[in-house]
């Protein structure tokens, strides 16, 4: 059995990539405790690790198995390879704010040395977290015991030099910076800079710059708060430095335009080099045109030639080099364009959906409701809607895409827009940065898809 | 009833006109059945008041002087509490100690590392 290629509407780079499910993360039960929503995914710059935060202020590192030469048929599996509270609630009395635990972002420095270090932030601090390997101990010390206890000194009648011995692997995560009070506003964005020396952390009205290494002073490159408040309308919703270069970063806003800029015109970037924004039809104005047109998420390809913008109902790919519309268009779902008031009063018009690149820039992916994920082959045009559901969970069987009837009759295995369930989201996506893996975060799961090998 | 392009159309019949007639496009007609249940909403939906909410996020607000009248009236009774809408800010909602998030006392262990 398997689903057959010719049927498939596929999206895959050349030869149609055939996902299977590989793994899934969690608790089985429907009961979903607020803090084990999965708030962010991210894979590190090799892959083999793969990182997520949640609501309750926890990260969760995966680290791949060695491939194991005699099962040529999957790559190695994600098990679990360290754990540990990176933020706590915290409430400031001062502003009588309640600040959540909550993990918005992790974003994972390069490796430079045996150890691993990655940023993770809350809405108001950034810490820089050391996660290091412990496999050897050293024992035989003269005057303690193995279990700590110290001898008594007149027991001891010979001198030994103490030597390490292997021990179990333990991993040890250890908060190295914590970057904190330089931010009003909820962060959204965290994103590290090519020179792997600084990085940028932007809330809602300012972005700032660090350095890794100083936690006392952050510089603020953009603030578009207004004079007086009653005049504000539009807020940034993401950022991201460049891949390459080492002086551009882009942020987005809620009012779908975003904006590149280049450190060294000024210290401070409040005037943009460059302005994205595709022209609106005025004739389709609404009042839900604004909501929807807010971006949710910006990412650069790896090549740095493009950007990818998440709004409501679409994926768009812009051109650095050309300011005035996005060179290509995806329609994520847009059978949900008639069902916007019903999607306002349960708020889900303001939920916000993640975006990503594979490896190789040539199929972006995001994700839909119903626990639907979307990709986007650039090169075929095709696309293809999967669910991650523990009901496929049976590895190297071949993913079944899915269809939204959104009018009209429903043909069989096709599943009407009113019976989505929108209460399955799936907001946060990351794709392996070499291979066909990806991570797909429903409310409280983590699963990992892999391409069918041979 | 056949709707024709430009007509006014009650709440009630947008559902044909959806089907019917694909000149309204859905999104106007969205907004209309909106502004039918909800005749007082502003007029700029990304204006101020909007925005204004979403950066006073975890705002809490505390009177010490409201606080401690409240306690005193219910001297011999429980004190006020949030009560079930814990994000309301304004008005009989009096956040107490009891409501502050507490520091948790014990690591639980997320459940993907299970």
Excluded at chain 1, 218 to 244: C, G, Q, R, Y
Excluded at chain 1, 296 to 312: A, E, I, L, Q
């Amino acid at each position: 059995m398997g689903w057959k290629m010719r049927k498939q509407t596929g999206a895959g780079g050349g030869n149609d990539i055939q996902w299977c499910f590989s793994q899934v993360k969690g608790a089985v039960d429907d009961d979903v405790a607020e803090a084990d929503i999965i708030s962010t995914v991210e894979f590190n710059h090799s892959g083999e690790l793969l990182a997520t935060g949640d609501k309750g202020g926890r990260v969760v590192i995966f680290q791949q198995e060695q491939e194991n030469k005699t099962q040529s048929h999957s790559r190695g599996e994600y098990n679990v390879y360290s754990t540990f509270q990176s933020h706590e609630p915290e409430f400031d009395y001062l502003k009588s704010l309640e600040i959540e635990e909550k993990i918005n972002k992790i974003r994972w420095l390069p490796q430079k040395n045996a150890a691993q270090f990655l940023l993770s932030t809350n809405d108001k601090t950034i810490k820089l977290w050391k996660i290091s390997e412990r496999d050897k101990r050293p024992e035989g010390y003269n005057l303690k015991e193995e279990d700590g206890r110290y001898r008594d000194p007149t027991t001891v009648t010979t001198l030994r030099v103490p030597v390490f011995r292997p021990m179990d692997l333990m991993v040890e995560a250890s908060p190295r910076r914590i970057f904190a009070n330089a931010h009003t506003y909820h962060i959204n964005s965290i994103s590290i800079n090519s020179d792997y020396e600084t990085y940028l952390s932007a809330d809602d009205l300012r972005i700032n710059l660090w350095h890794l290494e100083i936690t006392d002073r952050s510089f603020n490159i953009v603030d578009i708060k207004p004079a007086n408040m009653e005049e504000l309308t539009e807020v940034i919703t993401a950022a991201e430095f460049h891949p390459n270069s080492c002086s551009t970063f882009v942020y987005s806003s809620s009012k779908g335009t975003i904006r590149l800029c280049d450190m060294r015109a000024s210290a401070l970037c409040d005037r943009h080099s460059k302005l994205f924004e595709e022209p609106e039809d005025p004739s389709n104005r609404s009042f839900f045109s604004e909501i929807i047109s807010s971006i949710s998420d910006v990412k650069f390809s790896h090549s740095g030639r493009y950007m990818m913008t998440r709004d409501y109902l679409s994926v768009k790919i812009w051109d650095l080099n050309m300011e005035n519309r996005p060179v290509e268009t995806y329609q994520v779902h847009e059978y949900l364009r008639s069902k916007l008031c019903s999607l306002y009063e349960n708020d889900c018009i303001f939920d916000k959906f993640e975006c990503c690149w594979n490896g190789s820039d040539s199929i972006v992916m995001t994700g839909s409701y119903n626990n639907f994920f979307r990709m986007f082959d650039r090169n075929s045009k095709r696309d293809i809607t999967l669910e991650a559901s523990r009901e496929n969970n049976k590895p190297r069987t071949v993913l079944k895409p899915r269809k939204v009837c959104a009018s009209g009759k429903r043909k069989k295995d096709e599943i009407s827009v009113d019976s989505l369930d929108f209460n399955k989201k799936i907001l946060h996506t990351a794709w392996h940065p070499k291979e066909n893996i990806i991570a797909v975060a429903t409310t409280n799961n983590l699963y990992i898809f892999q391409d069918k090998m041979n | 009833p056949k709707c024709f392009p430009g007509a006014q159309n009650p709440a009630e019949d947008l559902e044909d006109t959806q089907e019917k007639d694909k000149s309204i496009p859905p999104e106007r007609a969205e907004e209309a059945k909106l502004k039918a249940k909800y005749p007082n909403l502003g007029q700029k939906p990304g204006g101020s008041d909007f925005l204004m909410k979403r950066l006073q996020k975890g705002q809490k607000y505390f009177d010490s002087g409201d606080y401690n009248m409240a306690k005193a009236k219910m001297k011999n009774k429980q004190l006020p509490s949030a009560g079930p809408d814990k994000n309301l800010v304004t008005g009989d909602h009096i956040p107490t100690p009891q409501d502050l998030p507490q520091r948790k006392s014990s690591l639980v262990t997320s459940k993907l590392a299970g």
